[in-house]
């Protein structure tokens, strides 16, 4: 029955007319998926499944295996220590708060009265957990925090590619950061008593460029 305006048929119980009104934003809402079920039942029972897109799939899997050793180097100390949601940096295979009430600044290089470069220097400290060095020793600023510590796998990803948290970097830029920026390289050689990642660094370029070139999936 088509639905008419209650002014229509003024002897009309109002009721009667919610009822109709409210089967027919039933069937609305359900007629998609009843449509979908129609045409995917003979597939299914032929043991096939729709829209299913095999070079897409391997794709997809290659991107999420490799993603999952990129994390490994991201959850590491060396990068989860500055890619903290907090205000201060972490220091330490531990993650101990930084001494000396540290914080991170607006840019990411500390306060006016105490900046990273202070203490941080060229180079790493001769001394056994002295102070590491590289040049433009930094934390992402407090408006792209890239924050990893903490965060699921997926939103780690998510947040990786996302141009508002990675200082509005494509794909291509984010390969040719962590293949050449110094301070990443860092992570590599961290001075004495600090654990590199688990991975080289040629491996972990290896498998963030397969990442990439493999569709650049997320975990769910």
């Known amino acids: 029955m088509p639905l008419r305006y209650l002014s229509e048929d003024p002897q009309r119980d109002p009721s009667s007319f919610r009822h109709d009104e409210g089967k027919a934003m039933i069937w609305s809402r359900n007629a998609p998926r009843l449509l979908l079920a129609i045409i995917s039942f003979p597939l299914i029972a032929l043991g096939l499944s729709p829209r299913r897109n095999p070079e897409r799939d391997q794709k997809r899997a290659q991107s999420l295996s490799a993603f999952n050793q990129i994390v490994l180097v991201l959850e590491s100390p060396r990068c989860v220590n500055c890619h903290t949601n907090l205000d201060a940096p972490l220091q330490g295979d531990d993650g101990l708060l930084h001494d000396m009430n540290v914080k991170r600044g607006i840019d990411g290089r500390g306060t006016p009265a105490m900046r990273c470069t202070n203490c941080h220097q060229l180079s790493n400290s001769d001394i056994d957990h002295g102070p590491p ?9 407090a408006s792209e925090r890239m924050a990893w510590k903490g965060v ?9 590619k996302d141009p508002s948290q990675n200082r509005n970097r494509n794909l291509n830029d984010l390969l040719q950061h962590v293949t050449n920026d110094p301070i990443v390289l860092w992570g590599w050689a961290p001075g004495s008593g600090r654990t590199p990642p688990p991975l080289s660094h040629a491996d972990f370029v290896l498998q963030f460029r397969l990442w990439i070139e493999t569709s650049a999936a997320c975990p769910d």
């Open 152 to 160: 699921s796998v997926g939103n780690v990803c998510r947040g990786l």
């Open 133 to 141: 060095g590289v040049s433009d020793w930094r934390l992402p600023p």
